[in-house]
T-cell receptor
């Protein structure tokens, strides 16, 4: 298995632009998570899905953030409009249960 | 809100030394996991502990889950430069079994092992 695949690896965009991050989870994993990592706040859970259904989106910072999981093999995290404070590394992770996540390599987002 | 506090935040040691990283919370977790993260990559799962008092060994790494399932420790024996990285603890679920799939991460411990 190729693991959790995220794209792009790096994204540089101007403030106000729309940004879409993509994730392909490991086949068969029922849970999918989106995390954001910064030096100041560490790893923060944004949203997670179980069987493609959003379960907890309480970590989504504001309405500018949205996430979808149209099928078991694909999820997107969209920021519209983007702001400089959104700059961070965004991770997608998938798991069979709560006993261990597999993380992707992350997308480093820079909003200038 | 469940919080996990890790200590120390930074650890810089010489090759061959032993070290212990602590992870503490006032909340009970159904399981606790340890991850290691290298620059430019995502965290990689090292171990999951489930039972209070459980001890697991992974080569030179020893993981312990507290009896009350609120805290954990990671001990590394004879550290090597290859152990350098960010170590993260993460708690899953709660005593009531809710939030089953959700992990809460500690802030991490940055370990540097000098040759």
């Amino acid at each position: 298995d190729a693991g959790v695949i995220q794209s792009p690896r790096h994204e540089v965009t101007e403030m106000g632009q729309e940004v879409t991050l993509r994730c392909k989870p490991i086949s068969g994993h029922d849970y999918l998570f989106w995390y954001r990592q910064t030096m100041m706040r560490g790893l923060e859970l944004l949203i997670y899905f179980n069987n493609n259904v959003p379960i907890d989106d309480s970590g989504m910072p504001e309405d500018r953030f949205s996430a979808k999981m149209p099928n078991a093999s694909f999820s997107t995290l969209k920021i519209q409009p983007s702001e400089p404070r959104d700059s961070a590394v965004y991770f997608c992770a998938s798991s069979l249960d709560s006993y261990g996540y597999t993380f992707g390599s992350g997308t480093r987002l820079t909003v200038v | 809100t469940q919080l996990l506090e890790q200590s120390p935040q930074f650890l810089s040691i010489q090759e061959g030394e032993n070290l212990t990283v602590y992870c503490n919370s006032s909340s009970v977790f159904s399981s606790l996991q340890w991850y290691r993260q290298e620059p430019g990559e995502g965290p990689v799962l090292l171990v999951t502990v489930v039972t209070g008092g459980e001890v697991k060994k992974l080569k030179r790494l020893t993981f312990q889950f507290g009896d009350a399932r609120k805290d954990s420790s990671l001990h590394i024996t004879a550290a090597q430069p290859g152990d350098t990285g960010l170590y993260l603890c993460a708690g899953a679920g709660d005593a009531g079994g809710t939030s089953y799939g959700k992990l809460t991460f500690g802030q991490g411990t940055i370990l540097t092992v000098h040759p």
